[in-house]
């Protein structure tokens, strides 16, 4: 009980029971196995096993289907310290990268019914004040800027050799890191993309899921050390 009332307040009295009758009175538990126990370095391992089990360093678990491709390699250049005779740093490849082509995005974004509230056509958003009768040009969305505007505008320009409608797909992109368990450090890099041609009030709204996933980045931290390592050695 005094594990109970200290420490962490989230604890509860189920997790209490829990404990005593699944950990502490099970058959296979030994107070000695406890000995020198940190839960930070438990987890470590726990990590490092699950990484070991993963075939070829696989880091980037996409969905199937919906246009993905997985494990493509890309090449990127990285900046050294130490001085390189190439000038600009040594090229390094990432391997197992997934991604999904934008044109399908863009193509099953415009099919789904949500759709039905993007705005195609742009325009400038402009107030009057009811007291003074000031005018005022608003700027509050992508479809309202004087970019997009523009560009709707050049857009109409161009030759033509159909009949079909031409309106601009905004495409905003997000990425951060995210955790994937609620214990452990496992995590994973993914891209996400939104379109400006929804209000920023929609594209905020969870319960719409309006963000699409294009990509999962791999993580080079463990797949990639001894690669890393050789690529330092190789500089001058």
Same mark, same amino acid.
């Given at each position: 009980?005094?594990?109970?009332?200290?420490?962490?307040?989230? +604890?509860?009295?189920?997790?209490?029971?829990?404990?005593?009758?699944? %950990?502490?009175?099970?058959? /296979?538990?030994? =107070?000695?196995?406890?000995?020198?126990?940190?839960?930070?370095?438990?987890?470590?391992?726990?990590?490092?096993?699950?990484?070991?089990?993963?075939?070829?360093?696989?880091?980037?678990?996409?969905?199937?289907?919906?246009?993905?491709? @997985?494990?493509?390699?890309?090449?990127?250049?990285?900046?050294?310290?130490? +001085?390189?005779?190439?000038?600009?740093?040594?090229?390094?490849?990432?391997?197992?990268?997934?991604?999904?082509?934008?044109?399908?995005?863009?193509?099953?974004?415009?099919?789904?019914?949500?759709?039905?509230?993007?705005?195609?056509?742009?325009?400038?958003?402009?107030?009057?004040?009811? %007291? @003074?009768?000031?005018?005022?040009?608003?700027? /509050?969305?992508?479809?309202?800027?004087?970019?997009?505007? +523009?560009?709707?505008?050049?857009?109409?320009?161009?030759?033509?050799?159909?009949?079909?409608?031409?309106?601009?797909?905004? =495409?905003?992109?997000?990425?951060?890191? @995210?955790?994937?368990?609620?214990?452990?450090?496992?995590?994973?890099?993914?891209?996400? =993309?939104?379109?400006?041609?929804?209000?920023?009030? +929609?594209?905020?709204?969870?319960?719409?899921?309006?963000?699409?996933? %294009?990509?999962?980045?791999?993580?080079?931290?463990?797949?990639?050390?001894?690669?890393?390592?050789?690529?330092?050695?190789?500089? %001058?």
């Amino acid at each position: 009980m005094a594990w109970l009332l200290t420490g962490n307040g989230e +604890k509860s009295s189920a997790e209490t029971t829990r404990l005593v009758d699944d %950990v502490l009175l099970a058959d /296979d538990f030994k =107070l000695e196995d406890l000995s020198g126990f940190n839960a930070e370095t438990a987890i470590k391992n726990m990590d490092k096993s699950e990484a070991a089990l993963a075939p070829n360093c696989q880091s980037t678990d996409a969905p199937e289907g919906d246009g993905w491709k @997985t494990k493509v390699d890309v090449k990127i250049q990285v900046p050294l310290r130490e +001085k390189c005779s190439e000038g600009n740093g040594k090229m390094f490849t990432v391997p197992d990268l997934a991604y999904r082509p934008l044109v399908s995005v863009i193509r099953a974004a415009f099919a789904d019914p949500i759709s039905k509230w993007f705005h195609l056509t742009p325009f400038k958003r402009i107030w009057k004040s009811p %007291v @003074t009768g000031k005018v005022q040009r608003l700027y /509050d969305e992508l479809y309202t800027s004087d970019a997009w505007n +523009k560009a709707h505008d050049d857009l109409q320009k161009q030759r033509r050799e159909d009949d079909l409608e031409r309106v601009i797909a905004g =495409l905003m992109f997000w990425s951060d890191a @995210t955790h994937l368990a609620q214990f452990g450090h496992a995590t994973a890099w993914p891209v996400y =993309l939104f379109f400006g041609n929804l209000s920023k009030y +929609k594209r905020a709204s969870a319960s719409l899921r309006l963000c699409h996933p %294009v990509a999962f980045i791999p993580s080079v931290s463990l797949c990639l050390v001894d690669a890393s390592l050789a690529m330092t050695c190789s500089v %001058v």
